[in-house]
């Protein structure tokens, strides 16, 4: 079993920034991606941005530009740099880990999320 613990939410003021860190612990095999979703209010669960193991970065359209993900392999934390920050960015951010784990068979874990609020 692998668990997910973020960090690093809180209120920020419309244009500042925040980082958010997300720590894998537990049985972990072999990493493919980790990465970060959002759930806005009244909304579904959106991607914000993924890193594969070798750093490859994939990001949402919205945040392009704005949002840095980042990972330390050896400590299994992926961050998450938000500049620019919006009211529209407000939402509870998940941490997203993808593995291969035993039989080669593909696992998906979540956290317990993380709030943002962007607001004056």
């Known amino acids: 079993q692998v668990r997910l613990v973020e960090s690093g939410g809180d209120l920020v003021q419309p244009g500042g920034s925040l980082r958010v860190s997300c720590a894998a612990s537990?049985?972990?095999?072999?990493?493919?991606?980790m990465g970060w979703y959002r759930r806005a209010p009244g909304k579904q669960r959106e991607l914000v941005a993924t890193i594969t193991t070798g750093g490859m970065a994939n990001y949402a359209d919205s945040v392009k530009g704005r949002f840095t993900i980042s990972r330390d392999n050896g400590k299994n934390t992926v961050y998450l740099q938000m500049n620019s920050l919006k009211p529209e960015d407000t939402a509870v951010y998940y941490c997203n880990l993808k593995e291969i784990g035993p039989y080669s068979l593909r696992y998906e874990y979540w956290g317990q999320g993380t709030q943002v609020t962007v607001s004056t």
């Open positions: 537990g049985s972990i095999f072999s990493i493919v991606s």
